[in-house]
């Protein structure tokens, strides 16, 4: 019986690593505060503006983002539900800093999928920024706390196969896509000035 229990406890954890953790808590934590920052203070002649009929206005991208944030994550967790499967590691052919460089990469422009599409889902721009960081804030505590083996469980992407902690990596990764979309938007020659204040 003794020998037992000291064979469990020599047994490596399946969780993620500490410097795994931090990463990824840092980097979901940077994303958020820049998206807060770009968007702070703007009008709503200015989160409404659209640079033409086929672009997104700020406030739409905040709802998708918002969107984003939890099917994305949703995903990672059904991952999770199902059986560790280490055998499909070999699979996985994108490197951590790649996903993150592939998603943040405005260069290559994707159509996005209906259930992601903004259709005023949470009813205005402030609702949607709140949906945001209510999500991310619990999305960073789990990443921080949890002890899902996320390196062993699966989602395919269009691109391949990644691992839940990928997952979660491009979830943050495409909240600064879609804040550097905000970005250009607000540097469109046609985009509102802020009221000057009296």
Not at 7 to 12: G, H, I, R
Not at 151 to 158: I, S
Not at 178 to 185: F, K, P, R
Request: aromatic share 8%.
């Amino acid at each position: 019986m003794v020998a037992f229990v000291t064979m469990s406890f020599d047994a490596p954890a399946p969780g993620l690593t500490d410097a795994e953790r931090d990463y990824a808590s840092k980097y979901m934590q940077e994303t958020k505060d820049d998206l807060l920052k770009k968007v702070k203070g703007l009008t709503p002649e200015q989160l409404n503006f659209k640079a033409d009929a086929n672009t997104w206005s700020i406030a739409e991208c905040v709802e998708h983002i918002a969107i984003s944030e939890n099917n994305i994550f949703g995903m990672a967790q059904e991952a999770v539900q199902q059986a560790a499967d280490p055998s499909l590691r070999k699979d996985v052919k994108t490197s951590d800093e790649e996903i993150v460089n592939m998603i943040t990469d405005r260069t290559h422009k994707v159509k996005t999928q209906q259930p992601f599409e903004p259709t005023n889902k949470f009813g205005s721009f402030e609702a949607s920024l709140k949906e945001f960081k209510a999500k991310r804030d619990d999305n960073i505590k789990y990443i921080k706390t949890t002890s899902d083996d996320l390196r062993n469980h699966y989602n395919d992407m269009p691109f391949g196969k990644i691992d839940s902690y990928q997952t979660i990596l491009f979830m943050a990764a495409h909240s600064r896509r879609h804040t550097e979309q905000i970005v250009e938007v607000m540097n469109n020659p046609g985009f509102p000035k802020a009221k000057s204040k009296s």
